[in-house]
């Protein structure tokens, strides 16, 4: 068998596979949370949107804020080290 046939039998597999992956994950229900979700982020509590998703929310929300002021921090102590000539000894 030759390098090209061998490949082409491998590409029918590759599109067979993902045929077969791609129909059967259509079957699958899931249940409509769509109505849980309104009520939850319409409800009146004070929170930012951003935050009324629980504790993934703040944690993601942390985390963003951390590195923000981290690559802050970075950037401006980059251009300080740029901007200063290096002492020739």
Do not use: W
């Not at 993902?18 to 009520?39: G, M, Y």
């Not at 009146?44 to 923000?68: C, E």
Request: proline share 3%; hydrophobic share 35%; net charge positive.
């Amino acid at each position: 068998m030759s390098l090209g046939a061998k490949m082409l039998r491998g590409l029918l597999i590759l599109q067979q596979t993902s045929q077969r992956t791609i129909n059967t994950t259509s079957c699958r229900q899931f249940k409509n949370r769509v109505p849980e979700k309104q009520k939850l982020f319409q409800e009146d509590n004070g929170l930012p949107v951003h935050l009324k998703g629980g504790v993934m929310d703040h944690l993601l929300y942390r985390t963003t804020m951390a590195i923000t002021i981290f690559g802050s921090v970075y950037g401006l102590y980059e251009l300080y080290a740029a901007a200063m000539p290096k002492k020739q000894q």
